[in-house]
């Protein structure tokens, strides 16, 4: 499996660009490099996996950023994990998480956190998996 690798530059977030397309459809292509840089200074990074067989295509990313809460102290919170459809079941978003898990504990942070939509049950499996428990319903009010 290849190592995971953090999105630093343009090249690397546009590399990322189809699997966050496939998690996020209702985004644009043509404005993702700017609102993802506009989040980055809100502390939001990505790190992603490319295949196993082709080192040049990104098919797994978690976007994440370090958050302090009065419920739970300072965490890493992840706003988004996804893999192609293609290159699921094969360990990806898991080692995505690991990876994620492993930065929080050498930082000292109390937990890693993430929301899930209430229907990805193949993802509520990995997530259970890794450790995670539900510890919450989020509740959203349109405007």
Do not use: W
Request: with cysteine.
């Amino acid at each position: 499996m290849p190592s995971v690798q953090t999105a630093l530059d343009d090249k690397s977030l546009l590399a990322c660009s189809e699997v966050i397309l496939f998690l996020r459809p209702h985004l644009q292509q043509q404005q993702l490099l700017q609102q993802i840089k506009e989040m980055q200074q809100e502390d939001y990074r990505i790190v992603y996996i490319t295949a196993d067989e082709d080192p040049s295509k990104v098919v797994a990313f978690a976007g994440y950023r370090h958050m302090q809460k009065l419920f739970s102290g300072k965490t890493i919170y992840i706003d988004d994990l996804a893999c192609l459809p293609d290159y699921q079941g094969r360990g990806y978003a898991a080692s995505l998480l690991n990876h994620i898990k492993a930065l929080a504990k050498t930082e000292g942070l109390s937990s890693v956190q993430l929301d899930s939509g209430h229907a990805l049950f193949p993802a509520h499996r990995l997530y259970h998996r890794q450790g995670f428990r539900i510890s919450a319903h989020h509740f959203t009010q349109p405007l």
